[in-house]
């Protein structure tokens, strides 16, 4: 039923966030080791900023009829 697939689509959606959160944290706490905290974070902000600006000038919203 409709109901019972989108559990299980919501169910693989948790499971694929949950594993890129503990990747991440995996991967800043090696950069940890290198590198100041304060720089991570800052890269971090910027690889979300390019990430949005690439949505928002990409992305356009369909034209209506």
Do not use: D, N, Q
């Not at 019972?4 to 991967?27: D, Q």
């Not at 304060?38 to 009829?65: N, T």
């Amino acid at each position: 039923s409709s109901s019972a697939m989108r559990g299980k689509v919501f169910c693989y959606l948790e499971v694929v966030m949950h594993l890129a959160f503990l990747l991440f944290m995996l991967v800043s706490s090696l950069l940890a080791e290198h590198f100041p905290r304060v720089w991570i974070l800052v890269g971090v902000g910027i690889i979300l900023m390019l990430v949005g600006l690439f949505g928002f000038f990409k992305i356009k919203e369909p034209k209506a009829a």
